[in-house]
């Protein structure tokens, strides 16, 4: 197992997030060594000049938190990102596409970001509060199909977050073809390696210092 810092994106997304907390946040990656720092789109190239002289990646969510922009727009915003700095990107899915069974689109949705970042990790979001076991498996099965490197549970903006029942179905589509990232309500030590232990390979959450200190976090993701 690695060390339990290197599972986590150090993440800070809500709407009022200015530019000393990104700067505040990325200082505290860089001391706790964690994997990445996840941040809106528009704190690429910030995030990217404060953490240069560390080994922190620099992951922006895309078409957040809704995914139900046009795939163009989602295109448009990935290559933006990827320009200013990221080198990850977690975009959401299309939900009312794949609830309405356009299964094509929900693909060519995520294959289309995926293509214009070929060297660069593309998780997928699923927002999995929104949607029944039936969906997690195929809205899985379409990530792994359009080429994404991960699943990931939630955005922390729906109304609920990761749970391990979820966790569990995704893992079980394919654990060789697809890596699974969970996020949304991971505020201590013990649920994060619960998750890290049913095969979770990241963790998203604002509550990354309480979970390696041992300590308590109020953080709502």
């Known amino acids: 197992?690695?060390?339990?810092?290197?599972?986590?994106?150090?993440?800070?997304?809500?709407?009022?997030?200015?530019?000393?907390?990104?700067?505040?946040?990325?200082?505290?990656?860089?001391?706790?060594?964690?994997?990445?720092?996840?941040?809106?789109?528009c704190y690429a190239a910030l995030a990217k000049e404060q953490l240069k002289d560390s080994d922190v990646?620099?992951?922006?969510?895309?078409?957040?938190?809704?995914?139900?922009?046009?795939?163009?727009?989602?295109?448009?915003?990935?290559?933006t990102a990827l320009a200013n700095g990221a080198d990850e990107i977690d975009m959401v899915i299309n939900v009312g596409l794949l609830k309405s069974k356009d299964f094509d689109a929900v693909w060519k949705d995520?294959?289309?970001?995926?293509?214009?970042?070929?060297?660069n990790t593309l998780k997928v979001i699923l927002e999995t509060c929104y949607l029944e076991e039936i969906e997690i498996i195929k809205a899985s099965e379409l990530a792994i199909q359009s080429g994404a490197d991960f699943i990931k549970t939630s955005t922390g903006f729906g109304t609920g977050g990761a749970t391990k029942e979820d966790v569990k179905i995704m893992a079980?589509?394919?654990k060789k073809?697809?890596?699974?990232?969970?996020?949304?309500?991971?505020?201590?030590?013990?649920?994060?390696?619960?998750y890290i232990n049913l095969g979770v390979d990241r963790i998203g959450t604002s509550s990354g210092i309480a979970i390696i200190e041992g300590t308590s976090s109020n953080s709502n993701y």
């Open 1 to 41: 197992m690695k060390f339990l810092n290197n599972y986590i994106d150090h993440t800070l997304l809500k709407a009022t997030a200015t530019k000393d907390d990104i700067i505040k946040l990325c200082n505290e990656a860089k001391q706790y060594r964690f994997f990445s720092v996840c941040v809106n789109s």
């Open 110 to 119: 995520i294959e289309s970001v995926k293509l214009c970042m070929p060297n």
């Open 57 to 79: 990646k620099v992951c922006c969510v895309i078409g957040f938190p809704l995914g139900a922009m046009s795939t163009k727009a989602k295109v448009a915003e990935t290559k």
């Open 172 to 174: 079980s589509i394919c």
């Open 177 to 194: 073809c697809i890596k699974i990232k969970a996020s949304g309500g991971i505020k201590d030590t013990k649920t994060a390696l619960e």
